[in-house]
C-alpha cells in the first residue's frame, strides 16, 4: 500500500443548526480497510454523508488522491471514484435486481462493454444476485437488499468504497459472505471505509479502525490494537 485515498482533517458539519460533527480525522491508504465504529448517535453515518456530498462540511479539510474535495457535489464524488453505500439500502422499489446494479453505474464513460463486464463480476461475487436478477430488488430478504446495495455501489467502479451499517439487522452467514466478498474486492484494489456498530465484526475485517464519540474521533489504531484495548473492549465488546 502506497499512498492515501483518503484523507479527512478537523472536520465538522451538521443539520442546520445543530452541529453533529466536531472533529472528525481518519486516512484510508490506497489498498486498505479502515473501519470506523462508534455507539448510537457517535456521529459515524454524518461522516459519510458528509463525505459523499449529501451533507456539507461547515470546517475542515477533506483530500481525495491528494486533491481537495471542496465544492464538489456528489455526483462529481462519483466520477472522482468515491461511492456510498447506504444505511437501509436504499433500492429502487418497481426496479429489478439488475436495473438497480445499472444505475450504479449510470455516470460511468467507459462503454457498455466495460458496465456488462462488471455486472457479471458482481453476480459472481454475489451469486443469489444473478439468480434474482429480474426480481423486484426490495422484495429480495434483508440479505440479498445488502448484497444488492453493496454491488450497486461497486458498478460505479470506486476506488473508494465507503458502506453504512454492513450488518445491521442481518444473520451471521449472511454478514460473513459479505465479508468474504468484500476481501475479495479489497484484494482487486479497491480501497473500502466500513462503518459499523457490531465492533467485532468490524475490527475482523479492517486494517485499522477509528472510534468515534460525541461527533469527534477519539481513538485510533491497528485492528488489532484496538480490539485489544481495555477501554474499548469495555465500552464496545461488552468484555
Given amino acids: 500500500m502506497s499512498g492515501y485515498v483518503l484523507q479527512v482533517e478537523r472536520l465538522a458539519a451538521g443539520y442546520g443548526d445543530v452541529q453533529v460533527l466536531w472533529d472528525v480525522g481518519l486516512e484510508v ?67 429489478s435486481v439488475y436495473d438497480n446494479l445499472l444505475l450504479g453505474a449510470y455516470r460511468r464513460r467507459d462503454g457498455h462493454a466495460a458496465i456488462a463486464r462488471d455486472i457479471e463480476r458482481v453476480y459472481a461475487l454475489f451469486p443469489r444476485l444473478a439468480e434474482r436478477r429480474r426480481q423486484d430488488a426490495t422484495t429480495l430478504s434483508g440479505g440479498e437488499q445488502q448484497m444488492c446495495a453493496v454491488a450497486r455501489g461497486l458498478m460505479a467502479s470506486p476506488k473508494l468504497l465507503m458502506i453504512d451499517e454492513l450488518s445491521l439487522g442481518l444473520a451471521p452467514k449472511v454478514v460473513g459472505e459479505l465479508v468474504d466478498a468484500l476481501r475479495i474486492v479489497n484484494g482487486e484494489g479497491t480501497s473500502l471505509l466500513i462503518v459499523e456498530q457490531d465492533v467485532a465484526t468490524a475490527l475482523d475485517l479492517a486494517d485499522r479502525g477509528y472510534v468515534m464519540d460525541q461527533g469527534r474521533t477519539v481513538a485510533q489504531g491497528a485492528a488489532d490494537q484496538l480490539r485489544n484495548d481495555p477501554a474499548i473492549r469495555a465500552a464496545y465488546l461488552g468484555i
Avoid at 454524518?46 to 462540511?57: H, N, Q
Wanted: proline share 6%; net charge positive; with cysteine.
Fill in 29 to 95: 491508504k490506497a489498498g486498505e480497510i479502515v473501519c470506523l465504529v462508534g455507539s448510537n448517535g457517535a456521529g459515524k453515518t454524518t461522516t459519510l454523508r458528509c463525505l459523499s456530498g449529501l451533507v456539507p462540511a461547515s470546517s475542515g479539510r477533506v483530500m481525495f488522491e491528494g486533491q481537495p474535495l471542496t465544492d464538489c457535489s456528489p455526483v462529481q464524488l462519483v466520477e472522482r471514484g468515491i461511492a456510498h453505500v447506504p444505511e437501509g439500502r436504499r433500492l429502487f422499489s418497481g426496479l
